[in-house]
C-alpha cells in the first residue's frame, strides 16, 4: 500500500490550491478516506474525511473554505482549498478516516504567505 500526496506550495494568503493523494494497494471506494495535516511543532490533526456515503466532515477551522472529493474510478483523493490562511501552513496527508491507519506517505507542504 503506498499513499502519495501532491500538489502543495507556496501561495499567498487568500489564494487556493488543490491537493491530490493517489493511491495503490488499495480501493479507495470501500474506505472512508480522510486529510490530515501536520504544522510545524503540532499534533497531526484531521483536516476533513469523507464517507463511503458521500457524507462529509470539516474541522471548524476549514469549513466553508476546504472541500474533500474523491475520484474512486481512479483511486484518486482531492482537497480543494480556498481562502487560504497562513494557519493552514502544514504538510497534508492523506489517509483513512476510520479504523486502522494506511501506511503515511510522506505529504505535501502547503505554506500560506505573503
Known amino acids: 500500500v503506498q499513499l502519495v500526496e501532491s500538489g502543495g506550495g507556496l501561495v499567498q494568503p487568500g489564494g487556493s490550491l488543490r491537493l491530490s493523494c493517489a493511491a495503490s494497494?488499495?480501493?479507495?471506494?470501500?474506505?472512508?478516506l480522510a486529510w490530515y495535516r501536520q504544522a510545524p511543532g503540532k499534533q497531526r490533526e484531521l483536516v476533513a474525511n469523507t464517507t463511503t456515503t458521500g457524507s462529509r466532515i470539516y474541522a471548524d477551522s476549514v469549513k466553508g473554505r476546504f472541500a474533500i472529493s474523491g475520484d474512486y474510478e481512479n483511486d484518486i483523493l482531492y482537497l480543494e482549498m480556498t481562502n487560504l490562511k497562513p494557519e493552514d501552513t502544514a504538510v497534508y496527508y492523506c489517509?483513512?478516516?476510520?479504523?486502522?491507519?494506511?501506511?503515511w506517505g510522506q505529504g505535501t507542504q502547503v505554506t500560506v504567505s505573503s
Open positions: 494497494g488499495i480501493i479507495f471506494s470501500i474506505w472512508t
Open positions: 489517509n483513512k478516516g476510520a479504523g486502522a491507519l494506511l501506511p
